[in-house]
Structures are given as C-alpha cells and as structure tokens.
C-alpha cells in the first residue's frame, strides 16, 4: 500500500502565497511521477503540475510561470509554490503518485491518491 498525505492548504487573499506539500509513505521501490490536481467546486478534477523522478516538471496552462512544483525523491516528498494566486485557483488540491512498490518477492505497480487539501484564494 502507498499513502499520500497533503497539507499546507488554507485561505489566503487574492495575490498572496501558498506552499502544499504531499508525503508519500509506503513499500515504494520507484516514485516515478508525482503531481498536482485540483477540483474546483461543481467541476471535474483538473491538472495542475507534475515532476519526474528526474526532476522535468510540467504545468498547467493556468498555473504556468506562478506555481513551481518540486520533489525530494529520498524523503518522497513532493512541493506545491503558489504564488500570486487568484480566486479561480479556489479548489481541493490533490497529490497523486505513480511508481512501483513491493519487495523483493513482487513488485507491482501503483497510482495512488492523498484525499484533498482545500484551498480558497478570497478577492
């Protein structure tokens, strides 16, 4: 089993700052991807950003250039930067990871979900 645990969600004013943060814990042998979504009221859940194991980040159109993700990948963490946030970035923010875990008997593959922080940027 793998477990994801977000935290650092809040209510903060148009343009300020947060940083989420997701901790993976678990019998991971790779962490190969690791990643942001976010669902807004009333709407599907979306992407936001993902890094690879290597470090590649990718983002979301509408985060692009304000949000910056990033990884420890010994302590299988995983960061959210956000900053100048606007009211359309309000939703639940959830960290996702996909690798492979196990041992040394059997290995098989994962894609696993933390359950959500909340985030609410006010204008």
């Known amino acids: 089993q793998v477990q994801l645990v977000e935290s650092g969600g809040n209510l903060v004013q148009a343009g300020g700052s947060l940083r989420l943060s997701c901790k993976a814990s678990?019998?991971?042998?790779?962490?190969?991807?690791m990643a942001w979504y976010r669902q807004p009221p009333g709407t599907q859940r979306e992407f936001v950003a993902s890094?690879?194991?290597?470090?590649?980040?990718t983002y979301a159109a509408s985060v692009r250039g304000r949000f910056t993700i990033s990884r420890n990948n010994y302590e299988n963490t995983m960061s959210l930067q956000m900053n100048s946030l606007k009211p359309e970035d309000t939703a639940v923010y959830f960290c996702?990871?996909?690798?492979?875990?196990?041992?040394?008997?059997?290995?098989?593959?994962?894609?696993?979900w933390g359950q959500g922080t909340h985030v609410t940027v006010s204008s």
């Open positions: 996702n990871s996909v690798g492979l875990r196990g041992d040394y008997y059997e290995t098989v593959p994962f894609n696993s």
């Open positions: 678990g019998d991971i042998i790779m962490n190969f991807i």
């Open positions: 890094v690879a194991e290597n470090g590649t980040a």
